[in-house]
């Protein structure tokens, strides 16, 4: 022991520790553990390095990753490459804020829940619902948080899931309805949509919920207009998942009457980061707040009339009543909670529009120029968002190592996903492609054809 420099310990404040806890070595803390199961050579460690050699070797291992700094990025699929703001990064940065945690004590943190309480208010204005919650950890956690509150709350077993919903996400969900008895059926696409005839006729009184994505996974933008009718008439819920950074452009669910709506609000000023950290949302009308997992911060005021904000609703939460708690979703997602709030502040309305307009201006320009390639076509028509499906002459992950040559992160292999969509890949254009990186992609298909 006494060679491990990094042991910050003394060998008499070691003796001092074991005393207080009634044990004589350190070997004694491990005598549950079998003697056969034990290590009983040393760990296949090189020598020990100096911080200087730690840093340069780090650094080497690092710069064998490719980057969205040095490589253009095609390649969405539910997590994105946006511009993020410098003042994001300056203010997630500060102590105040990236040392919080959980905030049991909402005396004693007021100011990371006005941030989420501000986050909260800020999802409510751009998704058209009025109750949100926070901390849940992905847009797929988050979908499967709300089939089992669309379940609960209509007290039915079964879902209907579109084809077109991200098939991330889809697996997610069958891990959770697993576990608990519950099934969902799927919808099929009618022209890289969801087929809503098919799914009103297949609808039953033991239906909790309908979940469409709008943009879908293809990038289609889903016309759900009316559909809550047919929903409501059965007594069952439309559940909707949505792309934030559409909302500028296009409906907000709760125009057409949705009353679950989740997402993946990576996008809103958090980096891909290799995917993740991500940040689930999930937004919903006031008679289902008691529902909603998560935390949920209110407005109060205290004592003397002062304004200040709390955890509400406490009582649904695994750490007052376990047993019964609504969820068991814990974790803490405030860093990114914030990333999300001063994002959409430093923007604000005209900003989210413009990042939404140069999303979709640049995927439109990229999908006319693909289109006029010879052997390359739109899977599917219809109006897209970002995202979009094209069909190819050839293998797609032959294409993607030839794009890497070109500096290029191409799109996404279809085919394991939907194995009647071989040869096709899905390709994404943010606000941060050029028109030169634009065009340098296409330049590389039409080398590659």
């Known amino acids: 022991m006494g060679g491990r420099h990094y042991l910050p310990l003394t060998e008499k404040q070691r003796q001092i520790m074991l ?31 100096t911080e200087t050699e730690v840093l340069r070797h780090l650094g080497g291992l690092a710069g064998k990753n490719l980057n969205i700094k040095d490589y253009a ?33 909402a005396e004693a943190s007021q100011g990371m829940l006005q941030a989420i309480f501000e986050y909260q208010t800020l999802i409510c204005e751009l998704t058209g619902m009025e109750v949100t919650n926070a901390s849940l950890y992905d847009g797929a956690t988050a979908l499967a948080e709300a089939a089992l509150m669309a379940c609960v709350t209509t007290r039915r077993q079964k879902i209907l899931l579109s084809r077109s919903v991200n098939p991330f996400y889809s697996d997610v969900l069958k891990r959770y309805f697993d576990s608990r008895n519950l ?25 909790a919920a309908l979940v469409v994505q709008t943009p879908n996974f293809f990038g ?6 009316g559909v809550a009718d047919f929903l409501h008439a059965k007594g069952a819920l439309l559940l ?24 993946e609000g990576q996008s809103l000023g958090s980096s891909p980061s290799f995917g993740g950290p991500l ?49 068991n979703i814990c974790s803490n997602e405030a860093l990114n909670v914030l990333a999300a709030a001063v994002y959409m502040v430093a923007l604000g309305p005209e900003g989210l529009r413009e990042v939404a307009f140069l999303c979709l201006q640049k995927a439109a320009y990229a999908r006319e120029k693909m289109s006029g390639i010879p052997g390359l076509e739109l899977v599917f028509p219809g109006y897209y968002f970002k995202e979009f499906a094209v069909r190819l002459p050839q293998d797609a992950k032959e294409l993607n190592r030839k794009l890497l040559e070109r500096k290029i992160i191409g799109g996404l ?10 040869n096709s890949m899905l390709f994404c254009v943010t606000e941060n492609r050029t028109r030169a990186e634009i065009d340098s992609l296409i330049q590389g298909l039409e080398a590659w054809k």
Do not use: W
Request: one cysteine or more; aromatic letters at 8%; proline letters at 7%.
């Open 19 to 49: 005393q207080d806890i009634g044990v004589n070595s350190q070997e004694e803390l491990f005598e549950d553990i079998p003697p056969e199961v034990r290590l009983k050579e040393t760990l296949n460690l090189p020598p020990s390095f």
């Open 279 to 327: 940040l689930g949302f999930l937004a919903t009308r006031e008679k289902f707040m008691r529902r909603l997992p998560g935390r949920i911060v209110g407005e109060t005021t205290d004592a003397h009339g002062r304004r200040g904000f709390v955890l509400t609703l406490q009582t649904r939460e695994q750490h007052i009543r376990r047993e019964r708690a609504t969820s």
């Open 413 to 422: 292999d279809l085919s394991p996903l939907y194995p009647e969509l071989n």
């Open 220 to 225: 289609l933008l889903e016309n759900l207009q």
């Open 183 to 207: 099934s969902y059926s799927e919808v099929p696409l009618k022209e890289g949509k969801t087929d809503l005839e098919r799914a009103e006729a297949a609808l039953d009184g033991d239906h």
């Open 73 to 105: 990025c095609f390649l969405g699929a539910g997590v994105y490459d946006h511009f993020i703001p410098t003042i994001v990064k300056h203010v997630t940065g500060r102590s105040e804020f990236y040392t919080s945690y959980t905030p049991y004590q």
């Open 240 to 263: 909707v998942i949505t792309d934030p950074i559409s909302l500028p452009l296009v409906k907000a669910p709760g125009e057409y009457d949705a009353d679950i709506v989740v997402g």
